[in-house]
């Protein structure tokens, strides 16, 4: 396997770290985000990173905890276009991709080389 530099590693600390967060309703509970409208954006970041169910999930307990009704999160501009117009279908799709480009090359996305998600030689997407 190849090394990490050590800004590919920060980034893969970094990104691993917002997934955990947006998995762990704990974590929301006691770091909630700024306004329903950031949690449009953080839905993007969670179908690519494989967790938009669980994010989801999350999301909504957090509005029903703090009395916010499911009307909110219907109407909510952001949140519904993430969540009505298929993120969870992105996810599929991403993760689709990479299993074919895997299949296909010997090499899923992340891997060392020129391009891509990697950036070229060290993989540190």
Known sequence: GGRWTKEGK??????KNFKKYLKDYSLI???PPASVQV???YLVYAAALG???EATKNLKQYLNSHDVSDDYFNTSSAVSFAYYNGFAHVESSVYTF???DSD????????AGSGGFGG???GTF
């Open 120 to 122: 070229g030689g060290g």
């Open 39 to 41: 949690w449009g954006r």
């Open 29 to 31: 509970e006691q770091k």
């Open 10 to 15: 920060e980034k893969h600390e970094k990104w």
């Open 98 to 100: 990479a299993r074919s």
């Open 104 to 111: 296909s090359s010997g090499s899923g996305i992340g891997s």
């Open 51 to 53: 967790c938009a169910d």
